[in-house]
């Protein structure tokens, strides 16, 4: 295999980066928004204590939060799309500390507003709604504010909570930095001796190569050099679990598990139901490895087997052919759907597209009102890069349009209904790709893609899940753990998902939870496999033309913040307080892997 082509920043051609200028035209623009910051905070805060006095000032306190929050994350976006790409560049690094320093600063002066509006009242507060129009959009934020009533603090405590996101929140760019700027990775061998350089941004078409040498070589350089540093991670994971229990304390719930998904009033029966709904299918992963084994023709299965191409014909796609795929799996959902798409993807340069060096690894949807629906991607031209960007798209249409529908109060959508919306994509964008094509060759890569998003989605991330869930009650229990104690605890987990069909090595294996960022957000990643469920049950609808089914989901990505989430997806057509759309989701899972069981039967035969 060829050595990845990885480019400094300065020669990756602008059409292809992030549109930096839309946000704030220069640097010195972005720190000009940045100083006005504490006096817009200062415009807020002297409200203080007037909240109460009648509706019209609290619509004037309330519209100058607007104005700030805006502001404020125009900032803070700006600053963190500028380290990402680059994070060895030192004046991206400082602005983006300044920026997550000031964010900080102002949700700590606004600690003040949650605690007063409580101390209003909420039938008081409801008379005011019914008379004053202009407060007529905050009614579900008040609903939710006095439903979380028992949770929020004096002003003070508020005010104190609020200034420790600064350091707390410099817990995950420690993780980031040792991950993208710091760690070194040693170069892997293809099989006939020549060598390939590892980085985050490499690592993955590595681990896709039909060289099983270079895979090997790279995860053994991968892991090891993250087992070099378990210590290090260890310890920065373990302050970040603790400082979840420090806010879970302050503010009064019983475990960090119900402090998390109190905010999104999701019961977290949700949880417990995809991990047991995960559990009963591991049968069908260790069915998937056997087929996988025999499709390679290899004795044992290793953990870097999982992503080799059981084919030598994959397509070859260039950005622009991409977009275009996309858009062709997406046109149910409309003309105008699809025009948004193209044009931020070829206009607009929502997209930041191909790897650099010191870019982080990974992909991300980085955005805020007034700002474009930002991503962050490492683009190789493979049907793999195709999906990230449908997966990507997915977040940021979901961002584009709660946007445009959605007062900026209810532009923040919770976690729980973001991986809905990029795994919907992904699905669309597949059943067109499979129903489009009869070559068995494009057939199978397009299920490979399926399997390693459902790889990713409905194994990994319940695995890190059951992990995570574990490693927080020890630290509740005041128990304690170690690097080591982490290592064994994933490896453990890991011999149980892969059953008797992977041949594995338990400390490369045991490293994993060092290798996802994911986990600086406290119980993200469940919500991965929860919406993928709620994705396929969506994107199901549609495909079988059920009425109403479109704009049932256009709802949904309108929707944003403005109700509960279970609430929003019972109103587009699943209900995921059930383990139902779980378990349909691995039926479908299931019937990718006849699909391409078959497949490669066939193509056995006629070799």
Known sequence: MSEPNVLPRSEIPEKYTWNSTSVFS??????????ELPELTAHVTKYQNHLGDNPSVLVEALQAFEKLYRQSGMVYVYATMSQAVDTTNQEANRIRSRAQSAFAQVFAALAFIDPELISIGQDKLRKWIEDEPRLRSYGHYL???????????????????????DPMGNIYNTANMLANADL????????????????????????SSPDREARRTAY????????????????????????????????????????SLFESNIPTSVFHNLIDTYRKNLPTWHRYWAIRRKALGVDELQPYDIWAPLTQKHPKLTYEETVEWICRGLAPMGKDYVDTIRRGCLEDRWVDVFPNQGKMDGAFSSGWPGTFPFILMSFDGTIFSLSTLAHELGHSMHSYLTFEHQPIIYSDYSLFLAEVASNFHQAMVRAYLLNNSDDPDFQISVIEEAMSNFHRYFFIMPTLARFELEIHQREERGQGISAEDMNTLMADLFAEGYGDEMKYDRQRVGITWATFSHLYTDYYVFQYATGISGANTLSRRI???????????????KAGGSQYPLDILKRAGVDLTTPEPVEETYAILAGLIDRLERLIENRGRTE
Do not use: C
């Open 184 to 207: 070194k990775f040693s170069p892997a061998y293809t099989s006939d001796g020549g060598e390939v350089q590892v980085s985050n941004s490499t690592y993955d078409s590595i681990l």
């Open 26 to 35: 220069t640097k010195e623009a972005w720190n000009a928004a940045l100083k």
């Open 220 to 259: 053994e350089s991968y892991t090891d050099s993250y087992l070099s540093l378990k210590n290090t991670f260890a310890s920065n994971l373990i302050t970040s679990v603790k400082s979840n229990i420090f806010m879970m304390r302050g503010r009064r719930h019983p475990s960090t598990l119900e402090a």
């Open 143 to 165: 609903e939710n504010l006095f439903r979380r009533q028992a949770h929020v603090r004096s002003p003070e405590v508020e005010n104190l909570l609020g200034m420790l996101s």
């Open 543 to 557: 495909l079988d033309q059920k009425s109403g089914a479109v704009e049932d989901y256009l709802g949904f990505l």
